[in-house]
């Protein structure tokens, strides 16, 4: 091969490489925080384009590159649509992968969903110990965004019915 021809492969390569670097994952959902009757968190997701296998824990308070993963979950197929799971135990074809430690007042948690690969995730819901208190069984705590219902932070608390029926509108 010439070494024009290596030359210009070369920079072509480097240029595809530039643009790689700038994508960045897609939402394919939304991730939700409810409880059971006696308070024990469980992850609800609604997947509203494609598929997700993996769900994480971390510490929201921390910079995205110091943040740690504090508990996860996955399955063996990955699930698309309504998927609710108990963060203690898993469960509904979700295995605990690293097992949730007690969570801890004052902090805040971030939960989201994502692909293996992670070319897709959701949006991701933060939460404390004390919103968590707050909710009660049926009610979903999820990022909504800007608009009616929503919190200054941008989260809504809706009954479960709400939330599948309107959270991918709001995609």
Same mark, same amino acid.
């Given at each position: ?48 384009? $494609?598929?997700?296998?993996? &769900?994480?824990?971390?510490? /929201? %308070?921390? *910079? ?5 993963? #504090?508990?996860? +979950? ?16 898993? $469960?509904?074809?979700?295995? &605990?992968?690293?097992?949730? /430690? %007690?969570? *801890? ?5 971030? #939960?989201?969903? +994502? ?57």
């Amino acid at each position: 091969m010439g070494r024009k021809r290596r030359v210009v492969l070369a920079v072509l390569g480097a240029a595809g490489l530039g643009l790689l670097s700038g994508c960045v994952a897609a939402t394919t959902g939304v991730m939700g925080i409810t409880v059971t009757g006696d308070g024990k968190p469980l992850g609800v997701m609604l997947v509203c384009d $494609g598929r997700v296998e993996r &769900v994480t824990l971390h510490d /929201a %308070d921390k *910079e995205i590159s110091k943040r740690v993963h #504090l508990a996860a +979950w996955s399955r063996g197929k990955p699930v698309g649509g309504f998927s609710v799971w108990s963060l203690e135990s898993g $469960g509904k074809g979700w295995s &605990v992968h690293k097992p949730m /430690a %007690d969570l *801890e007042p004052g902090r805040t948690y971030t #939960l989201y969903g +994502w692909t293996g690969d992670p070319d897709s995730t959701t949006d991701g819901v933060d939460f404390t110990l004390a919103q968590l208190a707050q909710l009660r069984p049926g009610q979903v705590r999820y990022y909504k965004g800007e608009g009616a219902g929503a919190d200054r932070n941008g989260y809504a608390t809706v009954s479960t019915g709400e939330f599948r029926s309107e959270a991918c509108r709001e995609e």
